[in-house]
C-alpha cells in the first residue's frame, strides 16, 4: 500500500531531494561509514511498541557495544523496565541516530534480551550501578551479577542514514540556492543497506572470525 496526493510530470522525480543525494557506493564504504556515524553519536533513540496499546515509545540509549562488523548494536537494560515488556509483546525495533549538524541513521531490527550472565559480564560496566542502585538485600546492587542487569542485542536488518559532503558553509550556500532556483541541493549522503546487504556483512564478519581462530590454532 502506498500513499501519492498528486501526480508529477513523468520525467521528473517526486522526490527531488532523494533523486539527488541518492548515494551507492560499494558496500564496505556504506557499512564503514554507517559504523563510523554511529560511534561517533554514542547515544541512539530506541523505538519500541507497547503492547497494550500499540503506540510505538522511544527513549534515549548508550550504546554499549557492537557485534557482526559493528552493524549490530548491543544496549544495557534494566530488565525490570518497560522496554523488556515492549520487547517481550514485539522484538521489532528501531535504533535512531542524530548529531547537531543533522546527519542522521535510522536502523530497523529485531531485538533480543540477554540475560546470560557471560555476557552480561562481558559488557558490564560500573557505571551501570547510578542507573540501578543498591537495593541493600546483597543481590540487587547494580554489580555484574545483579539479576535486573540485562542486555539487549539488535540485529539490524534495514539501515537508511545520511551523512553531510563538504562543508557546512558550502551547504548551506547550496541550500540558498535551491530556494532560489527550485533545484534540489546535494547536501548528504543517502543511503540505504537492504536486508541481504547485511545478511552479506554477517557472514564476512563471521568467516573472518573463524579464519582468525583457525590461525591462532595454527
Given at each position: 500500500?502506498?500513499?501519492?496526493?498528486t501526480e508529477v510530470p513523468g520525467d521528473k522525480?517526486?522526490?527531488?531531494?532523494?533523486?539527488?543525494?541518492?548515494?551507492?557506493?560499494?558496500?564496505?564504504?556504506?557499512?564503514?561509514?554507517?559504523?563510523?556515524?554511529?560511534?561517533?553519536?554514542?547515544?541512539?533513540?530506541?523505538?519500541?511498541?507497547?503492547g497494550s496499546s500499540g503506540l510505538l515509545t522511544?527513549?534515549?540509549?548508550?550504546?554499549?557495544?557492537?557485534?557482526?562488523?559493528?552493524?549490530?548494536?548491543?544496549?544495557?537494560?534494566?530488565?525490570?523496565?518497560?522496554?523488556?515488556?515492549?520487547?517481550?509483546?514485539?522484538?521489532?525495533?528501531?535504533?535512531?541516530?542524530?548529531?547537531?549538524?543533522?546527519?542522521?541513521?535510522?536502523?530497523?531490527?529485531?531485538?533480543?534480551?540477554?540475560?546470560?550472565?557471560?555476557?552480561?559480564?562481558?559488557?558490564?560496566?560500573?557505571?551501570?550501578?547510578?542507573?540501578?542502585?543498591?537495593?541493600?538485600?546483597?543481590?540487587?546492587?547494580?554489580?555484574?551479577?545483579?539479576?535486573?542487569?540485562?542486555?539487549?542485542?539488535?540485529?539490524?536488518?534495514?539501515?537508511?542514514?545520511?551523512?553531510?559532503?563538504?562543508?557546512?558553509?558550502?551547504?548551506?550556500?547550496?541550500?540558498?540556492?535551491?530556494?532560489l532556483t527550485g533545484a534540489a541541493p546535494n547536501?548528504?549522503?543517502?543511503?540505504?543497506?537492504?536486508?541481504?546487504?547485511?545478511?552479506?556483512?554477517?557472514?564476512?564478519?563471521?568467516?573472518?572470525?573463524?579464519?582468525?581462530?583457525?590461525?591462532?590454532?595454527?
Amino acid at each position: 500500500m502506498s500513499f501519492s496526493n498528486t501526480e508529477v510530470p513523468g520525467d521528473k522525480p517526486a522526490d527531488p531531494y532523494k533523486a539527488v543525494n541518492k548515494s551507492e557506493p560499494e558496500l564496505k564504504e556504506k557499512v564503514q561509514d554507517l559504523v563510523s556515524f554511529i560511534e561517533s553519536c554514542k547515544f541512539g533513540m530506541m523505538t519500541t511498541r507497547i503492547g497494550s496499546s500499540g503506540l510505538l515509545t522511544s527513549r534515549c540509549m548508550a550504546l554499549a557495544a557492537k557485534e557482526n562488523g559493528g552493524v549490530d548494536l548491543l544496549f544495557h537494560t534494566n530488565t525490570e523496565s518497560g522496554k523488556t515488556d515492549d520487547l517481550k509483546s514485539d522484538p521489532k525495533i528501531n535504533i535512531a541516530f542524530l548529531n547537531p549538524t543533522g546527519e542522521w541513521a535510522s536502523i530497523s531490527g529485531e531485538a533480543d534480551i540477554v540475560t546470560d550472565r557471560e555476557v552480561v559480564r562481558k559488557y558490564y560496566s560500573p557505571t551501570l550501578k547510578a542507573w540501578l542502585g543498591d537495593l541493600e538485600d546483597g543481590k540487587h546492587d547494580g554489580g555484574p551479577e545483579d539479576p535486573r542487569i540485562g542486555v539487549i542485542k539488535v540485529k539490524s536488518i534495514t539501515a537508511t542514514y545520511a551523512i553531510a559532503t563538504g562543508s557546512m558553509l558550502g551547504r548551506g550556500a547550496d541550500i540558498i540556492k535551491g530556494t532560489l532556483t527550485g533545484a534540489a541541493p546535494n547536501v548528504n549522503k543517502l543511503r540505504e543497506i537492504s536486508e541481504q546487504e547485511l545478511q552479506q556483512c554477517e557472514f564476512i564478519s563471521s568467516s573472518s572470525s573463524l579464519l582468525g581462530l583457525n590461525k591462532s590454532r595454527d
